[in-house]
């Protein structure tokens, strides 16, 4: 009886990825008094991790194409030498607002709040900027909550109704307002409006191509994971737009989407079944 022990191993180099034990982070546990619930679509999308880490990567490279977002990684972040522990913070805030109780999920908030209160500067062309600013983190949010449900629908329910996919948008907008977020889309529709109305502000300069290559080009953990890191990052190009793949100079060749679909249709298969 082998399937114990796989599935045990598949499991714990999961948590592993995601939890810092350096810093005694342990799995988030579900809570039912938190800002969702059992129910919730957000309960639903964000327990899938294949999913997860494909749409938020996607997620990142879009959020990078805003000079602001990407000023505030640059000049007040250590991304660019910690990149898996900056990825794995953002994890652990999602954990947190989705599956933590009320008073957990108020203080990593908070917490959050308090760091983007620090976050301000200029940009390359004297345009100041704030982390704060209200209409970037709804950029942050929108790009974030579009690409999860994007993975999802793909990866894992491609029947998903659209009155779900409504409600996730509405669901996940009590964590973009508590943020200082606005405006918020709450409907499918109003996360494409906003991200339309977002292009003209979008840029790709030298250094959103080299954050970009820190994102695409991370070492994987170890050696056993980097074939399956290669593919998340395939799938996550795959995800974008075409117009924001131009803008990054990412390629996703026609005849290579099928085998790169089919195989992350197997991984995320395959670690739904090892959380079973």
Not at 45 to 73: E, F, K, N, S, Y
Not at 157 to 181: H, I, K, W
Not at 195 to 216: F, G, H, I, K
Request: glycine share 6%; with cysteine.
């Amino acid at each position: 009886m082998l399937t114990r022990p796989i599935k045990q191993a598949i499991a714990s180099r999961v948590i592993a990825l995601l939890n810092d034990r350096s810093r005694g982070d342990k799995p988030v546990g579900r809570q039912p008094d938190g800002l969702f619930g059992p129910g919730s679509v957000a309960w639903r999308v964000h327990r899938d991790v294949t999913t997860m880490m494909v749409g938020g990567i996607a997620g990142l490279l879009l959020q990078m194409l805003h000079p602001a977002v990407l000023a505030g990684v640059w000049d007040h972040s250590n991304f660019r030498t910690d990149m898996h522990g900056r990825l794995r913070r953002t994890a652990r805030f999602i954990a947190l607002t989705t599956y933590g109780g009320k008073a957990d999920a108020e203080a990593v908030i908070a917490r959050v709040r308090a760091i983007h209160d620090q976050v301000r500067g200029v940009l390359p062309d004297g345009t100041p900027y704030a982390a704060n600013d209200p209409a970037l983190l709804a950029w942050v949010h929108v790009t974030e909550t579009t690409n999860f449900l994007n993975a999802w629908i793909r990866y894992a329910e491609p029947a998903m109704s659209a009155s779900d996919q409504n409600r996730y948008f509405a669901e996940t907008a009590r964590v973009a307002q508590a943020l200082g977020a606005s405006p918020i889309p709450h409907t499918q529709s109003e996360a494409r409006h906003l991200l339309d109305t977002m292009r003209p502000q979008l840029l790709c300069d030298a250094r959103t191509r080299e954050v970009a290559q820190l994102v695409l080009r991370q070492r994987a953990p170890n050696m056993m994971a980097e074939p399956l890191q290669a593919l998340a990052m395939q799938a996550s190009i795959d995800l974008l737009p075409e117009w924001a793949r131009r803008m990054h100079g990412l390629r996703s060749p026609p005849l290579s989407r099928p085998l790169v679909r089919a195989s992350t249709l197997s991984l995320a298969r395959t670690v739904r079944w090892a959380f079973e």
